[in-house]
């Protein structure tokens, strides 16, 4: 036995562990019970776990202790010497289970280990030996794999359950797997053993709780899924679960050809080669593992894990007899001779045969009184014997299983395990304490047996109640042989046993984390018994949920050999199963079905555990200690017992029976008084065991005592709901007596009331969970610390619901409905008042609803223990100190509610009548001055005044006499917009209180200084809770001077009638809010000392157009003020500046949509409403667009209006329309120039000039596009004057256009303005930047849904530059960089500038504006763009110089270098456009490049032309054309990195680099970039060229331009002409005269030569 090490001496406690102490006994019943053993350790154990004839224990540390018989290593260990399982060392075990003849250990991290019996493959496929291991003698790891998933993962175990022969275990996924023999394991599969665990698929899906094994059946405890779900889970049972438990078997025999999910298929056929098989490797251990030299038989009739239909062979009489090897058919009986040599004990039929014959009688007599078909036994006469150990297991109490397994028992019962057996007699019987006697139980079963014979439709769903059509009908269905007698092992699945392991045990919800209440109890396996709780012995091979128990709240499951347990949340026991021995606690039938333990008064269950002929249970009682009830077998004398256990050994044959004396009801065990507090039970084959703990400074007392208290007060909150709440609540009569605002405060009460009965039950049950692993769990993860927030909303939830049905006068009524329906359960209901809410055996409905509150001081009392046992510093101290406060501060504040809402209910009886209105559910009276302690100051001498303080308003009544309830009218000021201030007693001596509403104030004077500060301080506690404070008040006229709150103006003004939500300030709206009036005006925005004020939304409802006017923007005492939108109804849109909900500066206003007969877009300068000042008029619909002056909305002063028709007129305007001298040139170059009356009507002197120069000058009358009428004189001009005169007409251009610097300013002022300035350049820089910073601040704050990288842009330019010190070349870079930033972003003023100087730009010349004849126009405004730009970047970064200005920098500067300067080192120029125009210039190009190609039409028609004709040319010919000298032609070529020569034929082969180069000018925007670009193309041709020649050149014009003429032409660039003309009228002065102005002329060279070349 090697790594087995028992337990030295010197490891027995001398000083025992203070927690965690076990006993164990023997069960017998409280008459005669063996006095418990403790087993000392020095450890304290957390958990033991008992099997058939051993048992295992985990102590601190993770270490297993075994003992008991251990027939697996041929050892019998004392209980009181457990032998440590060596090989566990160092895996740090947190659970132990034991099956009947296996055990089994759980890792911290998830791992099984298992060792014992092996013969059904129960202790799985370990890796220590192969599956024909009949045993395991050492603790093996098995793995649980879940293959449905790819990779295949290892799956981690929280919890084994183990039965004779299977094995359970829960994962922590809550799934279910299963692995050994017998349909108990609920798989769908006909292969056994299964060596390897596998999933129980009928579960999958579903939330397992907790498991528990009986000998050959499972019970699992589940979630349970929505309603909807649960129909569908199991479509195959539905019709079973839908069937009644009382059913005639005619009725089963149909329903079974219908349904063959009603009974356990056959499973899989005994074939003679498995029981061959079965025989050989199960006999030969057997022998060796007889400690006293006895021999064992072997199990050849029944293979490992069989379930048969006949349910063990019950009422079967043929079955029994049958031979070794018998087979049985599914259409019939046949037998089958088996090998006798296989057998050696085959002798032992005859024996067995002989002996049934003997005792036919008995068998028959007994099989009236208890429906159990019976099977002799071998010479111990004690049960059949199971597969391994071959141990009289005391089976014949519970089993009715006849014996197929043709064992014979190895043991004698003078053994002193085995030596309490329950003999046949049946002469003596020893009664117990309960008022049922076993012969009163045998009496009634044997009456009712007698009435029901010879009855065909006998009931199948009652055990006791078998007749012969019963019997009959059972064996024509098909059957196998059975395993033998069952044994089982109680497994404590659900009690945690280490810290990790509450988890897994306790079941959670997926919210809020205490236990699920919603729970159902789900069983498979055989059922010979009713074990499983369906209402019939049929074995199930699925799990099937059993729907009795669907409801009841069960929490925790217990499953005996053949019975099962069920422990709900109201600590009640259901039971079902074999009752022989009295184990299921009552005698009611059937059995078949869960029917309630019969618990004495005041005795609440909150741990069980189940036995093979007993149940063990643990129970509040009385005191805070627990005490544990017992119920089955009893032991009887000692003298009688051996008496019969040599006489049942002289007869060799035993037939099983009820137990001779046993409970019919739990009783108690006297002795667990001594045994301390007891944290959990268990139970295994006969025997039982408890964990205690001794009451270290009151610790556990406190525990127990809490969760005691606990499970009673959700006893009776049940109670008072089943028995109260809701039969009242569904009575019909219920909405006519109560009235229906009490109905529906009613409905809330008990909806408020049902969930504080479930937290209460959810709480109760952690806390029971708790117990069981006091010891692993830490004291501050108790619900109460750790769901703290939740147990306080529920119980101010349920305290406001009874308060606003106590104050609405509701109890009364509904204390006359409950007379009337209750009737006799008044004295029933009464018994739940506690002794002092009861008077006369009357209810007291208020003191009862009210009772739930007391619970609060409860906890508050018990945490204090707790806090008590612990240091002050630590953790544990702080937060039960901290939760303690926080109850006891709940419980005063609720018994204040309470006592406040007697009062407001008393106030309200006496002064009813004309207040009724005033009554609301919510509403408490605080304080009222019908005492005259209050009035209105400068009252008259005859008037009455009645102030009444509320919780949420102050009422002022006048002309009150408040004894008699008569006033005349009454004004209600709610408390969230009321201001108290005390008035500073001065010389008149007068007590004054100042009250501030948002549309009056007065002033109240109290009688006496007390009177005062009473008031005073009533009203600061009324607003601070109404505020949201704690009620306690504050200092004086300073407490919720800023606050949020709800409004209704009633008085004259601005917001009368309208309803406002949203911030004051001492009585004045202030802050954000919304404010809604009646006729359907909307403000949403910011307020400031009463009126709107800052950002704001505004709607405004037109009655004429049905259509709403919108405003979104800035606002300023109480006006639009600012820059916003403003959308009419009518259409139109005006995005721009207001002054005093005037349009006022820069704005935009579109007219209507392209449909409509009037479609236009002003943009433009507005003064008080008008146009007034420059403008741009887009008037969509005649297709013209005027720029220009503006005077009072009437276009005055000059201007330049373009057609879509391409005539281009500029002049003078006076009211609104052309007058006065004008220039004015049609599409084709026909100009006038000369005086107009009218739009487009001339009138006076003139000169019209033809198109192709021809003069007509004089007076001219009429209509331009009509036809004019001249008097005058014709000229026509000599062909040497005609160039001459085209070009004085372009001169004239221009000469009636307000200049570039003059328009926009509007723009420019509002950019000034935002920047704080009153005036271009007048202002404060630093207040500049602060305005900056704070505008992009509040727009980060209103705009959450920017991204990451708009975010961090905004936090850059948040931060204030360094703006005051001298520019240099380093930080100029930086200003350059910020700059970027900010006109990337609207937000900044800047951004918004250059957003609007885009916007106005291209209203102004995109569309009609696309008109040849403004180029010029255009650029001279982009340059003053620049030139007012740069100002502000000069004014908030004064160090930069002025336009042209030089910055010096380091030698090694990368900056652009002015050699002129060289000598007094490198120098930084300055420029606005190489500053600013990048910034803007490429939001401008595609409008200004427009009209440079334009402009150049004709010319770059010419350009294209040439380039066109000469491209057909070869490169060779091409460059000779062009005279190349022929030292510069390139001769090879690359093509993909390989060389190849250029021929003469070859085309587009030459400088390809500095081709493609200078392609990319089409690309770029600003000259700067585009002269870069001309600049690399000349260094890529350079590169190309230096190979060709030897040494150093340096270029002549005479080389270089022939060269970049051959460049130009193959580029092919289109728009050449534009894009030469855009780089000299926008590049940088400074660059002119240098290199780059070198190049660029080469390139404008070039350009020229191309146009002029020759076409023929």
């Known amino acids: 036995m090697e790594n087995i090490e028992e337990s030295p001496a010197d490891e027995q406690a001398q000083t025992p562990p203070e927690r965690g102490l076990l006993h164990i006994w023997q069960s017998a019943g409280p008459s005669a019970q063996l006095p418990p053993e403790r087993v000392l350790l020095s450890r304290p154990v957390l958990q033991t776990a008992l099997g058939e004839h051993h048992g295992l224990l985990l102590t601190q540390g993770g270490l297993v202790y075994s003992f008991g018989e251990l027939l697996w290593r041929h050892v019998s260990v004392p209980v009181s010497a457990p032998v440590l399982e060596g090989s566990l060392l160092g895996k740090t075990v947190v659970h132990v289970a034991a099956g009947g003849f296996h055990c089994g250990a759980l890792s911290e991290q998830g791992n099984i280990f298992m060792w014992g019996e092996n013969t059904a493959g129960q202790c799985g496929l370990t890796e220590k030996g192969a599956a024909a291991n009949i045993t395991v003698s050492e603790p093996s790891p098995i793995s649980v794999v879940d293959n449905d998933v790819i990779p295949p993962a290892a799956v981690r175990i929280v919890d084994l359950a183990f039965g004779r022969e299977h094995s359970l275990a829960l994962s922590a996924q809550n799934e279910l797997w299963a692995w050994g023999s017998g349909c108990q394991l609920g798989l769908v599969t006909s292969t056994f053993p299964v060596w390897i665990p596998q999933k129980v698929e009928h579960l999958a899906g579903r939330h397992v709780i907790q498991v528990s094994c009986g000998a050959y059946h499972s019970l699992a405890l589940v979630r349970s899924l929505p309603l909807k779900n649960y129909n569908t889970q199991n479509p195959p049972e539905k019709r079973e679960r839908g069937q009644s438990p009382h059913y005639s078997v005619t009725e089963k025999e149909e329903s079974f050809t219908v349904d063959g999910g009603h009974y356990c298929p056959l499973g899989v056929e005994l074939t003679e080669v498995m029981t061959e098989e079965t025989s050989q490797r199960r006999r030969g251990p057997r022998r060796r593992l007889q400690p006293r030299g006895r021999s064992a038989g072997s199990s050849p009739g029944s293979a490992a894990g069989l379930c048969p239909n006949s349910e063990d062979g019950k009422s079967?009489?043929?079955?029994?007899?049958?031979?070794?090897?018998?087979?049985?058919?599914?259409?019939?009986?046949?037998?089958?001779?088996?090998?006798?040599?296989?057998?050696?004990?085959?002798?032992?039929?005859?024996?067995?045969?002989?002996?049934?014959?003997?005792?036919?009688?008995?068998?028959?007599?007994?099989?009236?009184?208890?429906?159990h078909s019976l099977e002799t036994r071998d010479t111990s006469g004690l049960g059949d014997t199971d597969s391994l150990s071959s141990y009289t297991s005391d089976d014949s109490c519970v089993s009715s299983t006849p014996s197929t397994d043709l064992l014979t028992s190895s043991y004698n019962e003078e053994s002193s395990i085995t030596s309490q057996t329950n003999k046949n007699s049946g002469l003596s019987v020893s009664y117990s304490s309960s008022p049922v006697c076993l012969e009163d139980v045998r009496l009634s079963l044997e009456a009712e047996k007698q009435a029901l014979q010879g009855q065909k439709s006998s009931s199948l769903t009652n055990i006791n109640q078998r007749g012969k059509a019963s019997t009959n009908r059972r064996r024509s269905l098909p059957g196998t042989p059975t395993r033998g007698s069952p044994r089982q092992r109680r497994t404590c699945a659900c009690r945690p046993s280490s810290a990790g392991r509450v988890h897994s045990t306790a079941p959670k919800e997926a919210g809020d984390g205490l236990p699920s209440l919603d729970t159902e109890v789900w069983s498979w396996g055989r059922g010979s018994e009713g074990q499983l709780g369906h209402g019939d012995q049929l074995a199930r091979l699925q799990p099937l949920c059993i729907k009795s128990l669907k409801g009841e709240e069960v929490i925790q499951v217990a499953a005996g050999s053949h019975h099962s347990l069920a422990l709900t949340a109201h600590c009640q026991v259901y039971s079902w199963g074999s009752n022989m021995c009295g184990q299921l606690g009552h005698v009611n039938s059937p059995v078949t079905v869960p029917q309630q333990a019969k618990l004495s008064e005041g005795l609440r269950v909150w741990d069980l555990s189940a036995g093979q002929s007993h149940s063990l249970l643990l129970a509040d009682g009385d005191c805070v200690q627990p005490v544990l009830l017992y119920c089955g077998q009893q032991q009887e004398p000692m003298t009688v017992q051996s008496e019969r256990s040599h006489r049942g050994q002289r007869s060799h044959h035993r037939s099983p029976n009820r137990a001779e004396s046993y409970t019919v009801r739990p009783t108690l065990l006297p002795f667990c008084m001594e045994m301390g507090y007891i944290s959990s039970v268990c139970s295994g084959g006969q025997s039982c065991a408890v964990l205690a703990d001794h009451n270290i400074m009151g610790f556990i007392s406190a525990i127990h005592e809490l969760a005691s208290?606990?499970?009673?007060?959700?006893?009776?909150?049940s109670s008072v709901r089943k028995l109260l709440l809701t039969p009242l609540r569904n009575r019909e009569s219920a909405s006519s007596s109560l009235g229906e605002p009490c109905t529906h405060l009613f409905f809330s009460l008990c909806e408020s009331f049902a969930r504080l009965s479930t937290l209460i039950g959810q709480h109760s049950t952690s806390l029971t969970y708790f117990l069981h692993d006091v010891q692993g769990c830490d004291v501050t993860s108790l619900p109460l610390l750790t769901h703290t927030e939740h147990f306080l909303d529920i119980y101010k939830e349920y305290c406001s619901s009874v308060?606003?049905?106590?104050?609405?006068?509701?109890?009364?009524?509904?204390?006359?409905?409950?007379?009337?329906?209750?009737?006799?359960?008044?004295?029933?209901?009464?018994?739940?008042?506690?002794?002092?809410?009861?008077?006369?055996?009357?209810?007291?409905?208020?003191?009862?609803?009210?009772?739930?509150?007391?619970?609060?001081?409860?906890?508050?009392?018990?945490?204090?223990?707790?806090?008590?046992?612990?240091?002050?510093?630590?953790?544990?101290?702080?937060?039960?100190?901290?939760?303690?406060?926080?109850?006891?501060?709940?419980?005063?504040?609720?018994?204040?509610?309470?006592?406040?809402?007697?009062?407001?209910?008393?106030?309200?009886?006496?002064?009813?009548?004309?207040?009724?209105?005033?009554?609301?559910?919510?509403?408490?009276?605080?304080?009222?001055?019908?005492?005259?302690?209050?009035?209105?100051?400068?009252?008259?001498?005859?008037?009455?005044?009645?102030?009444?303080?509320?919780?949420?308003?102050?009422?002022?009544?006048?002309?009150?006499i408040p004894s008699q309830s008569i006033f005349s009218t009454h004004h209600v000021y709610p408390l969230t917009c009321l201001w108290v201030k005390p008035v500073t007693e001065d010389s008149s001596g007068l007590y004054a209180i100042k009250i501030t509403c948002p549309e009056e104030s007065f002033t109240v004077v109290a009688s006496t200084p007390q009177e005062k500060n009473k008031w005073l301080r009533s009203l600061n506690q009324a607003l601070d809770q109404v505020l949201g404070g704690g009620g306690q008040g504050s200092s004086p006229g300073v407490m919720g001077m800023s606050r949020t709150a709800s409004y209704t103006f009633t008085g004259e003004g601005r917001f009368k009638d309208a309803q406002y939500t949203g911030g004051w300030l001492a009585g004045r709206v202030h802050g954000r809010g919304t404010m809604k009036w009646p006729d359907g005006r909307t403000y949403v925005g910011n307020f400031k000392n009463g009126v709107e004020d800052g950002y704001g939304e505004c709607i405004i409802p037109n009655k004429v157009l049905h259509k709403p006017d919108s405003y979104q923007g800035h606002w300023r005492d109480g006006k639009i003020h600012g820059f916003g939108k403003y959308k009419y109804a009518s259409g139109e849109v005006y995005e721009g500046c207001f002054s005093d909900g005037q349009r006022h500066g820069y704005g935009m206003l579109s007219s209507g949509k392209l449909a409509k007969n009037s479609s236009s877009v002003f943009i433009g300068h507005w003064v008080h409403d008008k146009k007034t000042g420059y403008g741009v008029y887009d008037d969509i619909t005649r297709g013209e667009k005027y720029m220009g002056l503006w005077l009072d909305e009437q276009r005055h002063g000059t201007a330049v209006v373009v057609t879509q028709y391409g005539v281009y007129f500029e002049g003078t305007f006076k009211d609104n329309k052309m007058s006065g001298p004008g220039l004015l040139v049609s599409d084709d170059d026909t100009a006038f120039h000369g005086e107009f009356s009218d739009d487009w009507t001339v009138n006076g002197k003139g000169v019209l000039t033809l198109a192709n120069g021809d003069c007509l000058d004089g007076l001219f009358t009429g209509e331009w596009s009509a036809g004019l009428k001249v008097v005058g004189t014709y000229t026509k001009p000599v062909a040497e004057e005609l160039e001459h005169k085209d070009r004085n007409s372009l001169l004239r251009l221009g000469q009636y256009v307000v200049p570039a610097g003059q328009r926009w300013l509007c723009v420019f002022d509002e950019c000034w303005s935002r920047l704080g300035c009153d005036a271009a350049g007048k202002g404060e820089r630093t207040v500049a930047w602060e305005n900056i910073a704070v505008s992009i601040t509040s727009a980060r704050r209103h705009s959450p849904d920017l991204t990451r990288s708009q975010t961090k842009v905004l936090e850059s330019l948040e931060l204030i530059p360094q703006h005051g010190v001298p520019v240099t070349t380093a930080n100029y870079d930086n200003i350059r960089r910020y700059l970027i930033k900010a006109c990337e972003t609207p937000l900044h003023p800047l951004g918004w500038l250059v957003e609007t100087l885009v916007t106005v730009y291209r209203m102004t010349y995109v569309g009609v504006g696309s008109n040849r004849r403004l180029l010029r126009q255009a650029v001279l405004e982009v340059q003053g763009y620049l030139t007012h730009f740069f100002r502000i970047v000069r004014f908030l970064f004064p160090g930069l110089p002025d336009d042209g200005g030089i910055i010096p920098e380091p030698p090694a500067s990368n900056g652009r270098h002015d050699s002129n300067t060289a000598e007094q080192g490198s120098v930084l120029v300055v420029s606005c456009s190489s500053l600013l125009l990048p910034l803007l210039l490429p939001r401008l190009y595609p409008p200004l490049f427009t009209l440079y190609c334009l402009q150049e039409e004709q010319e770059e028609a010419q350009y294209w032309d040439r380039i066109l004709r000469l491209n057909k040319q070869p490169d060779q010919s091409l460059l000779s054309f062009l005279g190349v000298q022929e030292k510069f032609w390139p001769v090879w070529m690359s093509i993909l990195g390989e060389k190849k020569q250029i021929v003469s034929s070859s085309k587009d082969a030459c400088f390809v680099s500095a081709v493609e180069t200078l392609q990319q000018i089409s690309t770029t925007f600003t000259p700067s970039d585009k002269l870069l670009v001309i600049q690399k193309t000349f260094e890529e041709l350079t590169q190309e060229i230096k190979p060709m020649l030897q040494g150093e050149f340096l270029w002549c014009m005479d080389d270089l331009l022939p060269l970049f003429l051959y460049l130009v032409l193959r580029a092919r660039i289109r728009n050449l002409g534009a894009e030469v003309n855009m780089i000299e009228d926008l590049m940088d002065p400074n660059v002119q005269h240098g290199e780059l102005g070198l190049m660029f002329t080469t390139l404008k060279a070039c350009y020229i030569q191309i146009q002029q070349e020759s076409t023929t």
């Not at 050696?344 to 002996?355: D, E, I, Q």
């Not at 499970?711 to 009776?716: A, E, T, V």
């Not at 009210?850 to 619970?855: A, D, F, G, K, N």
């Open 316 to 371: 079967n009489t043929k079955q029994k007899n049958l031979p070794v090897g018998t087979r049985l058919e599914p259409d019939g009986l046949t037998e089958r001779d088996g090998s006798p040599k296989s057998h050696p004990l085959s002798g032992w039929r005859s024996n067995k045969n002989s002996a049934l014959s003997d005792e036919r009688e008995l068998q028959n007599l007994l099989q009236k009184l208890s429906g």
């Open 709 to 717: 208290r606990e499970r009673q007060f959700y006893c009776w909150l």
């Open 803 to 960: 308060g606003n049905f106590q104050v609405m006068g509701g109890f009364q009524p509904l204390h006359k409905l409950s007379l009337e329906c209750l009737g006799s359960q008044q004295t029933v209901l009464a018994q739940l008042c506690v002794s002092d809410q009861a008077v006369s055996g009357d209810v007291d409905l208020v003191s009862m609803l009210y009772w739930p509150l007391q619970q609060l001081h409860q906890y508050s009392r018990v945490l204090l223990k707790l806090a008590a046992c612990y240091d002050v510093l630590t953790t544990e101290y702080q937060s039960l100190h901290q939760g303690c406060s926080q109850y006891e501060s709940l419980s005063s504040s609720l018994l204040r509610r309470k006592k406040e809402a007697e009062i407001t209910f008393l106030f309200w009886k006496t002064h009813s009548g004309k207040t009724e209105d005033l009554r609301l559910a919510q509403r408490r009276v605080v304080c009222e001055s019908s005492n005259r302690s209050l009035t209105l100051q400068n009252a008259g001498r005859f008037s009455n005044h009645w102030f009444i303080l509320f919780n949420d308003a102050l009422v002022h009544t006048q002309g009150a």
